[in-house]
């Protein structure tokens, strides 16, 4: 399928290494990617759902102990533990290749080596950059034929150019403790080995779109992010893009597929997902800010989505998707997963494989981070614009975290550094669900870090040298927005969901300049009378509002005191941030 050197010679080299019984290449064909649904499903490692209610639709269990990320064996293996950073776990890169070539050393024997190019990003756009992963799993191929555009036009595009990102999956003994995810940024190399779960075996997904993509960015003066891409219309038919980022637990899937207040809707106001997850942010030739989408699918959590929450994912889910440990209701051969309804089956089989009767049993049905793997396509409100080898203009980039007092509904900052400086501090507050204490503040700078690929102080300069090159007038706006600000009486205080869209609205008319605003200690606060308030006027009201876009500085001077420790962390900050924290410290004086 290629007659690239660099390609060639790598995968003859770990072919000696791993051993496969057969090497098949993955060209994209339908007929193709059919012949190996069949053959997994065989082999039971999938089973083939209803075709009538869910065509082209498959469930998949992972080992027990293999069920999610697993941040503390996931590494930066770079040249020093410095270029690493310390929010990240750092490994010498030649003791690294020796372990993890020692472990997965013959491990293809007695199996087929799956070799799957592909390409993050539309084929062939300048945005776009090309992967080569090695499995031995059928899943991972199915998965990946999902998430990414997979098969011979990506070899063609690639032609005999070394830039590509090399990947090597070896599900081995799926041992936890020989699990390891290595990222080489040096090298654009990802190995994982003894894991068969998706986060860390779709190596296009967070392994390179962001980590090893991150680095590549700051080299080569581009940004990947952990953003949503959505695409606001209004009434005047116009579409404007937003890119924002949100820790685990805050909403960002529902925001990237929201629906409009049924008020809203009826004038004409849309919203369009370009991603759920991933961004990756290139400066245009007319000196904007555009951005793809690179993935090409949704990987996301099952539990809890349904026609309420979010239903343009579970619409997305229909058809052409893989569900992984979910309940499998036998009666139909459909799947079920906590949130989904109220009629949990009574004839099914639950995650790990085992007779489950939904109604008596007070074990869950699917595993907390269970997951469906389904086409963006699929998407109901998908963007016009989502295969666009140019990508999207953005006129806004937007921070959240879960605050209960502290952040207002929405506040922007005052320039590019201050941005950079609001995203830098990104946090939540623990919920009940998380392990540990309640309202621990935990930072997560730019919903980046278990995601950077490199240090993460030099990843904020990288961010302040992409403002500088900038012209102000055409650079996205910075906000945060907080959806989770509560009530004395422990009560949250907005009602969210597809209301966000009112406050996404005051964005978009504050970068046009259509609306003035308050400047408080910690940036520009909407005036109470910007924010449309109309059909939920029983739920918020006037005062509620002021309340809500209200800012204590008194709780401002422990939150400084919290930024002072984490970024105590860093060897170097940014001269721009150590001065953004300055101004802070002043203003709250």
Not at 533 to 542: N, P, Q, R, T, Y
Not at 546 to 567: M, Q
Request: net charge negative; proline share 5%; with cysteine.
């Amino acid at each position: 399928m290629t007659s690239n050197k660099s390609v060639l010679s790598w995968i003859q080299e770990k072919v000696e290494l791993v051993k496969p019984d057969n090497i098949v290449w993955i060209d994209g064909s339908e007929e193709q990617l059919e012949q190996l649904r069949a053959e997994a499903c065989a082999t039971g490692e999938m089973i083939k759902l209803n075709e009538e209610l869910l065509p082209g639709c498959y469930l998949h269990r992972t080992a027990v102990n293999d069920v999610a990320r697993v941040e503390g064996r996931t590494f930066i293996c770079a040249p020093t533990k410095e270029e690493a950073g310390p929010t990240n776990n750092w490994m010498d890169p030649a003791e690294a290749y020796e372990m993890l070539y020692a472990i997965a050393k013959d491990s293809y024997k007695g199996r087929t080596m799956y070799v799957i190019p592909y390409s993050m990003g539309p084929v062939g756009s300048k945005f776009s950059k090309v992967g080569i992963e090695l499995t031995d799993s059928i899943y991972v191929v199915l998965n990946m034929a999902i998430m990414t555009r997979v098969g011979k036009a990506v070899l063609e595009a690639l032609g005999d150019s070394n830039d590509w990102v090399r990947g090597l999956h070896c599900k081995c003994d799926i041992d936890e403790e020989k699990r390891y995810i290595c990222q080489f940024p040096q090298d654009n190399t990802i190995i994982s080995v003894n894991s068969g779960y998706g986060g860390n075996v779709l190596l296009g997904k967070k392994c390179f779109a962001l980590r090893i993509a991150s680095y590549q960015g700051k080299n080569e003066g581009w940004q990947a992010e952990h953003m949503l891409i959505l695409g606001l219309q209004k009434p005047d038919g116009k579409i404007r893009y937003i890119c924002a980022a949100f820790p685990s637990a805050c909403g960002k899937t529902n925001l990237a597929m929201l629906i409009p207040p049924e008020g809203y809707y009826k004038n004409g106001y849309r919203v369009w997902c370009v991603g759920d997850d991933i961004s990756w942010i290139r400066k245009g030739e007319d000196g904007r800010l555009y951005a793809i989408n690179p993935e090409n699918g949704f990987f996301g959590v099952a539990p809890g989505t349904n026609e309420k929450s979010n239903p343009n994912a579970l619409a997305s889910t229909k058809q052409g998707t893989i569900f992984t440990n979910v309940a499998h209701n036998l009666d139909n051969n459909t799947v079920w997963w906590e949130g989904l309804d109220k009629n949990p089956p009574t004839n099914a089989v639950e995650w790990k494989g085992n007779p489950w009767n939904g109604q008596e049993s007070t074990e869950k049905g699917a595993h907390p981070n269970s997951r469906f793997t389904a086409p963006a396509k699929n998407c109901p409100c998908i963007s016009s614009e989502f295969e666009n080898p140019q990508g999207v203009p953005v006129s806004a980039i937007v921070f959240g975290g879960r605050r209960a007092k502290l952040a207002p509904l929405v506040y922007q900052s005052r320039d590019w550094n201050h941005g950079v400086f609001v995203g830098s501090i990104m946090a939540s507050e623990t919920t009940a669900a998380a392990a540990g204490a309640v309202g621990v503040v935990r930072r997560d700078p730019m919903a980046m870090l278990p995601f950077c690929g490199y240090n993460m102080a030099d990843y904020w300069q990288h961010w302040i040298d992409i403002g500088a090159g900038l012209d102000p007038e055409k650079a996205p706006k910075i906000f945060n927005v907080n959806w989770f600000r509560k009530d004395d009486e422990g009560n949250f205080m907005w009602p969210g969901f597809g209301d966000n869209l009112r406050v996404l609205d005051w964005i978009i008319d504050r970068c046009e300049g259509k609306v003035d605003a308050d400047e408080t200690a910690i940036g520009f606060v909407p005036k109470a009378e910007d924010i449309n308030l109309e059909g939920i006027e029983d739920e918020v009201s006037a005062e509620q509002l002021k309340e809500l876009l209200s800012v204590d500085v008194s709780l401002w001077g422990d939150e400084v005191a919290g930024i002072e420790e984490f970024y105590g962390k860093f060897d170097k900050i940014p001269d721009a941030l150590a001065a953004e924290l300055n101004t802070l410290k002043n203003n709250i004086k």
